[in-house]
Nanobody, 120 residues
């Protein structure tokens, strides 16, 4: 069984920084692509940033230049460094990852979410 556990959320003032972590545990061969999504109250869950197995990245326009997604394959962990935070960045941040098992099969997993609140 595979689990994704997010951490690093919290309350921060506008202009501040947070670093989110998403640690995968269980029977894992490798993490293929991974991404961070954000869901504000009453809104849909939207993609914030994604990273491929090759390390290529993609960002939502609203976070370009402020957020950086990265990965540590040895630790099976994906990070989201968030700088210059704005109140509109507030929401629950979810980690998503396509994980390859030792049997060669890939499955899609979601974390439980971590709350980020940016005060003005």
């Amino acid at each position: 069984q595979v689990q994704l556990v997010e951490s690093g959320g919290g309350l921060v003032q506008a202009g501040g920084s947070l670093r989110l972590s998403c640690a995968a545990s269980g029977t894992i061969f490798s993490i293929n692509s991974a991404g961070w999504y954000r869901q504000a109250p009453g809104q849909r869950r939207d993609l914030v940033a994604q990273i491929t197995s090759a390390g290529n990245t993609n960002y939502a326009d609203s976070v370009k230049g402020r957020f950086t997604i990265s990965r540590d394959n040895a630790k099976n962990t994906v990070y989201l460094q968030m700088n210059s935070l704005k109140p509109e960045d507030t929401g629950v941040y979810y980690c998503n990852a396509w994980i390859k098992t030792p049997a060669g099969l890939s499955y899609d997993y979601w974390g439980q979410g971590t709350q980020v609140t940016v005060s003005s």
